[in-house]
Every structure is written in structure tokens, then in C-alpha cells.
């Protein structure tokens, strides 16, 4: 069945459906919420020629609607809080707009081989580049509230765990700016597990030895420069609506597998080995070896060497 078949079908259910649920008193809101959406029906049609499987562009329909009607109920069910919200946004605006900035850093010990860092970006600007003596430095810049850090120890093994104080993130009124540095100590083997938001990533790993970097992230858009310092360097990218450019060293060989959905892909100096799946010609003889695996949806990315 071609999707332009049904696709105003689905509309006029939808919209059959809000009213049934109106009547019914099963659900209440303010029908001006649907002219606040019409940008909607303009998203719809993007899907409707975009090319890509019937099922595809179905379920994100769905998705798209189901967050319409969500938008339209939540909007109305908060209505009659209105005076609280206001009185909230004045006490927000009164506050300090100075900036809050936060450094800290963890000790190195020469018993440490290994370590692990678990960073919860959440949203801004993170860089990750530079050396250090300490096992690890942090360093702030910005108007968001500060991290949180745990360091648990385990014989040779260190591991550091950061993420925003309280589990969430609060924008203080001004540039809303959230720059951070990070250096690491380029003794140990280090695994990098980073949960990230609506970010900038520049990480320039070449001065460490990395055995595995996993990133979950969405909205963001991540520089990765990969080194050689380690024989084996595993990489693991889950992403949605980003950009991802990656850069390995020429000499490295490098098996990268994908799996992605409407999404652009820029790969270069690779060899298709099957569906989704590419190496690098010297990946049997090279000493030291990447494994590559992107898993990312409407996003584009790249895989270049230098």
C-alpha cells in the first residue's frame, strides 16, 4: 500500500478521534491549541515525499500526531495553573544572572592502569583534549548549575562519574552558556561512557589510550578525533538528529558497521563488505585496529581519515 493512499486517511482519524474523545469527556482541551499547531500539517507532508519505506513514514505520522495530541491536552490540563506559572517566571527572572562556574579535579595515583569515566553531558559545549597530572580536571564555564562527581576505586581500576547536581539541569536567565573542559591523565587505559544532549562535542582523543568510547546522544553534534595509542579502540554511537563526523589515523585499520535511518553517510577510504558493513584495505596487517558501529536516525555523519 503506497503511503499517499493513506496518508490523509490518517488525518481525518485523527482529528474524528479528538472529537470523539472531546464528546465522550474523555479528554478536554481548547481547540485554538490546534491552529498553535498548524506547522504541523507542513512536517506531515515533508514525511508524506520524503524517500524512504511506507512503514517508515507511517510510524513517524503516528509519532508526530500522538505528540500533537499530547501537546493540545497538556496545554489546556496546565491552563488553570497559569497564575502559579507567572508568579514562577518572576522569581526566575529575579534571580542572579551572574555566571556560575566550577572546577574540580581527581587525584592520579601510579596504582591506577585503568579508568572509566560516565559523563551525563546533558546540553552545551564540551571539550575533551588536553593532558594532565591529575587523574582527571573538570572546568566550567557558564550560567547552568554545577556537576556532580562520584570517583569509586577498585584496585587498579578508577572510575569518575559526573552529571548535573539533582539529576537535572537549570538554565539561569542571561547567555545560558555551558562551556566545559575536560582533561584526562594519558597514562591509564581509559573507557569513555557520555550521555548527551542537545551538545557540541570536540573530543580529540589521540593523546590517550582508549579501549572503548560509547556514546548516547540526540540533537547533538560530535568531532571525534580518534588516536592510535591503544591496539584496540571500540566505539559504539547511538544517535538521533545529529551530526557526527569522525577521524581515524591513516595507518589504523578500521571496520565500520551502520545502521541508520534517514540518514546521510560520508565514508571514505573504506571497502563495502556486506550491507551496512566497510573496512579499511590494511585492516588485516595494521597493528593497531578501530571498530567502528553507528547507530543513528535522521542524522548525517562521516568517517574520514587523516
Known sequence: ????????????????????????HLIHFDWMNLWRLWPVVLVLWGVSIL??????????????????????????SHWDDYQ????????????????????????????????????????GAFLI????????????????????????????????????????????????????NISLNDYPVWEINMDVGASAMDIDLTPYKVKKLDIDGGAAAFEIRLGDKFPETHVNIDAGASSIEIKIPETSGCDLQTSSVLSGCDINGFEKIDHGHYKTENFDNASHKIFINIDAAISSYSVTRY
Open 129 to 180: 583534549n588536553e593532558t594532565t597530572d591529575q587523574l582527571l580536571e573538570f572546568d566550567k564555564r557558564g550560567s547552568w548549575n554545577n556537576y556532580s562527581y562520584l570517583v569509586k576505586k577498585l584496585d587498579d581500576k578508577t572510575e569518575v562519574m559526573i552529571e548535573p547536581e539533582g539529576g537535572n539541569i537549570k538554565i539561569r536567565k542571561g547567555k545560558n552558556k555551558n562551556d566545559i
Open 1 to 24: 500500500m503506497k503511503f499517499r493512499n493513506i496518508f490523509w486517511g490518517v488525518i481525518l482519524i485523527f482529528v474524528g478521534v479528538l472529537f470523539i474523545l472531546q464528546n465522550l
Open 51 to 76: 524517500p524512504a519505506n511506507s512503514w517508515i513514514k507511517l510510524v513517524l505520522t503516528l509519532v508526530i500526531l500522538g505528540a500533537s495530541i499530547f501537546f493540545m491536552v497538556d496545554q489546556t
Open 84 to 123: 502559579s506559572r507567572t508568579e514562577w517566571w518572576d522569581d526566575w527572572d529575579r534571580e542572579d544572572k551572574t555566571t556560575i562556574d566550577q572546577y574540580f579535579d581527581v587525584p592520579f595515583e601510579d596504582s591506577v592502569n585503568e579508568a572509566t569515566l560516565v559523563l551525563d553531558a546533558a546540553a
